[in-house]
């Protein structure tokens, strides 16, 4: 994690120059990963003149209420109903943004991407500013991070389906364009030269939508993907009820739950049946399941198919906890009943059986079968510490020893790492999204520079990876939307 000022430094600074931006309102990870970002700094001190729109104003308490559980903080409901205005003070940070404590996307800017040097390469922006997927002018989405990948298992028309978080569009207009999910599709099969996106589940209006609308009820701040597979021609999305965004890598939910598409991703049909709830404050629909502590640690999760079973890696909500793994028959996808849970050495029927796959710190898990490698890999992000991946001849494990792919030591505030499933050779393509520029952008790792001989076939890397940061350059300076090679 890169060093900023102390808090009490900010306070020093005056009356700063940079206006609030146009997507200032509060969403997607803001209150744990720009928390993470600031670090001790924000446990005391003053951020100086936060003001209204024309007017500096009172200084704002920072004592953690940016990502505190109740949201009751000052400056959290500033930036939730995106009334943060020009007055904004502090140092610069090149990092972090041009503001303390504001990363670009806030404060007007686009962020930066770093160029790589190693196995590890970032190639394309996929959304936002300048990518040449023009997902700002096609379907208002400027900002919008994590990206699960699937193939959508139709033979005659094959596309992958990539589902995103919270999604930003224009913010000048009546109701920002803000959502809580879009998916996009693609039939791009060659991604050495970029991802292009081909269409996306759209409103009336034209605009992508959210494919899995939140509530509105006041103990659901967003409805966030989680996994995405096709199963016999039927989408399946698992996603997560946000019920508070808490500290650095920690957010609570109300329940995990399933939706289904029949039409390629257009529109979607909640399963209230599958939901796993953990609370009572957002109901998950008629026919639910009561609330039951046991799903705590299954808030989040991965998909992975083999011939005859689904499999479905679970963790808690946040980026602090195990993996353990489900598996049900392909035919019984929709009965909760015909669910079974790994235990070390059986499947057993109790989730409360189920031992650890894959150790803490593991979130935001992408697995599939890799040819190149002869293995099933799984990609994942490893608490603040990296974007890593392990390798294993069985679904269950064992896994390898984590092999880090973009460390937090060259890239602060990268997260996400959802492999491409028709990536099967030597180079891994995958989407990352950077909190700097709150966009996903294309990665591809090199495997044969990570695992040794013959045909990359080990269970763990021969050396530490070499990638380094040959610098960073802002978004808005990307061609094209493609990051330069040196």
């Known amino acids: 994690m890169a ?26 990870n803001f209150g744990s990963l720009l928390e993470n970002q600031t670090g001790a700094g924000m446990g005391t001190g003053s951020l100086g003149s936060l003001g ?24 959290v409901q500033q930036l939730e109903t995106g009334s943060l205005g020009n007055g904004l003070s502090g140092s ?29 390469r970032f190639l394309q922006l996929v959304t936002g500013p300048t990518s040449p997927t023009a997902s700002i002018s096609r379907y208002a989405v400027a900002g919008t991070d994590l990206g699960i990948m699937w193939d959508n298992g139709d033979a005659e028309d094959p596309q992958v389906l990539m589902a995103f978080g919270d999604t930003m569009g224009d913010c000048t207009i009546p109701g920002n364009q803000w959502r809580s999910n879009v998916l996009f599709r693609s039939a791009d099969a060659d991604l050495s030269d970029g991802l292009s996106i081909d269409s996306a589940a759209t409103g009336a209006d034209g605009l992508a939508k959210s494919i899995v609308p939140r509530s509105g009820l006041p103990g659901e701040v967003t409805i966030i993907p989680t996994a995405g597979i096709s199963v016999d021609g039927v989408q399946y999305l698992r996603f997560m009820s ?19 598409s029949t ?43 083999t011939d005859d079973h689904l499999y479905e890696y679970l963790t808690p909500s946040g980026r602090q906890g195990p993996a353990i ?19 070390g050495s059986a499947w057993v029927s109790d989730v409360r059986d189920a031992e650890t796959v894959m150790p803490a710190p593991t979130s935001e898990i992408s697995v599939m079968w890799n040819d190149y490698l002869g293995k099933y890999t799984a990609m994942y992000s490893g608490g603040f510490t990296s974007v890593a991946m392990r390798t294993a001849d069985r679904p ?20 996400g790492g959802f492999m491409h499933p028709w990536a099967q050779g030597e180079d891994l393509y995958y989407l990352v999204t950077t909190w700097n520029a709150y966009n996903v952008f294309l990665v591809r790792t090199r495997l044969s520079e990570l695992f040794p001989a013959p045909l990359g076939r080990s269970a763990a890397p021969a050396r530490p990876a070499t990638t380094e940061v040959v610098r960073q350059i802002p978004v808005s300076d990307l061609v094209g939307g493609m990051v330069p090679t040196q």
């Open 3 to 28: 060093s900023v000022a102390s808090a009490g430094a900010i306070a020093m600074t005056g009356a700063g120059t940079a206006s609030a931006g146009p997507c200032s309102e509060m969403f997607g």
């Open 52 to 75: 209204s729109s024309t007017t500096a104003g009172s200084t704002g308490s920072a004592s953690r209420a940016l990502g505190s559980a109740d949201r009751s903080g000052w400056l």
């Open 92 to 120: 610069l940070n090149t990092v972090t943004g041009s503001v303390y404590g504001m990363p670009p996307w806030v404060t007007g800017e686009q962020g930066t991407v770093p160029v790589l040097r190693g196995p590890t």
């Open 242 to 260: 946000v019920a508070a965004w808490g500290q650095p890598g920690s957010w609570t939910t109300n329940y995990s739950g399933l939706a289904r």
């Open 263 to 305: 039409d390629n991703g257009e529109n979607w049909t909640v399963v209230p049946e599958m939901a796993r709830p953990i609370t009572s404050a957002v109901p998950a629909g008629r026919g639910a399941p009561p609330v039951d502590a046991a799903w705590r640690t299954a808030q989040m999760s991965s998909f992975l198919t």
């Open 325 to 343: 793994l489900a598996r049900v028959p392909l035919d019984g996808v929709l009965d909760p009943a015909a669910y079974v849970y790994w235990d």
């Open 396 to 415: 269950e494990g064992p896994w390898s020893a984590p092999a880090p792919l973009v460390d937090y030591s060259m890239l602060p505030g990268v997260y």
